[in-house]
């Protein structure tokens, strides 16, 4: 599995964009860059994932580099409710159980 | 709703003690996991299952046990050769293939005294 480096912590303004970037520069061709986040004491949730294209949905942006060694998720207007620990994670999509979270990051948005 | 179910929350229990875990999903997902998580570390992996009455250790499954007889219900047991139960315990479904995610339910917090 190739491994994912984060910064620990990060904080952010509410109303304005989050990047939170991740490093994987040893990712291999058929592994996916995956994030999650946990709200304290809940399970975490699936935000989105991508290969090497860029990805939108209705929760986040992933933005991946041209050589796929690093990517940023983007929340475009963080909330309060956007406080969490947010996990990149890389893994290739079709092996069940190939999931392994570090200690990610912990996002504050302050008022 | 859709979704999974763990019960109970909160859960305590003497040392030398098994105790088990209920995890219950009606997502019609093939997959199911158990994780445990530590206070400010990540998930890690203790058991997964691709299919009913089928399961796959994972990198932490020594002292815990696992059985999938529905493809709703994937129950863990923490047994007393578990050295450090008292976690935070999560449970996940996905579909097998071909690029899923996996969703959580609300976790159960076992503290064994």
């Known amino acids: 599995d190739a491994k994912t480096t984060q910064p620990p912590s990060m904080d952010c303004a509410e109303g304005r964009a989050a990047n939170l970037p991740c490093n994987h520069s040893?990712?291999?061709?058929?592994?996916?860059v995956y994030w999650y986040r946990q709200i304290h004491s809940q399970g975490p949730q699936y935000i989105i994932h991508?290969?090497?294209n860029n990805e939108t949905n209705e929760m986040a942006s992933l933005i991946i580099t041209e050589d796929r060694k690093s990517s940023t998720l983007i929340l475009p207007h963080a909330t309060l409710r956007d406080t969490a620990v947010y996990y990149c994670?890389?893994?290739?999509?079709?092996?069940?159980?190939?999931?392994?979270f570090g200690a990610g990051t912990r996002l504050t948005v302050k008022p | 709703d859709g979704g999974i179910t763990q019960s109970p929350k909160y859960l305590f229990r003497k040392e030398g003690q098994n105790v088990t875990l209920s995890c219950e999903q009606n997502?019609?997902?093939?997959?199911m996991y158990w994780y445990r998580q530590d206070p400010g570390q990540g998930l890690r992996l203790i058991y997964y299952?691709?299919?009913?009455?089928?399961?796959q250790k994972g990198d932490i499954a020594e002292g815990y046990s696992v059985s999938r007889e529905k493809k709703e219900s994937f129950p863990l047991t923490v047994t007393s050769a578990q050295k450090n139960p008292t976690a935070f315990y999560l449970c996940?479904?996905?579909?097998?293939?071909?690029?899923?995610?996996?969703?959580f339910g609300p976790g159960t917090r076992l503290t064994v005294t």
């Open positions: 996940a479904s996905s579909q097998s293939s071909p690029s899923y995610e996996q969703y």
């Open positions: 040893t990712i291999s061709g058929n592994e996916y």
């Open positions: 991508g290969l090497k």
């Open positions: 994670i890389v893994r290739v999509s079709w092996v069940v159980g190939d999931m392994r």
């Open positions: 997502l019609n997902h093939d997959a």
């Open positions: 299952s691709q299919i009913v009455n089928d399961f």
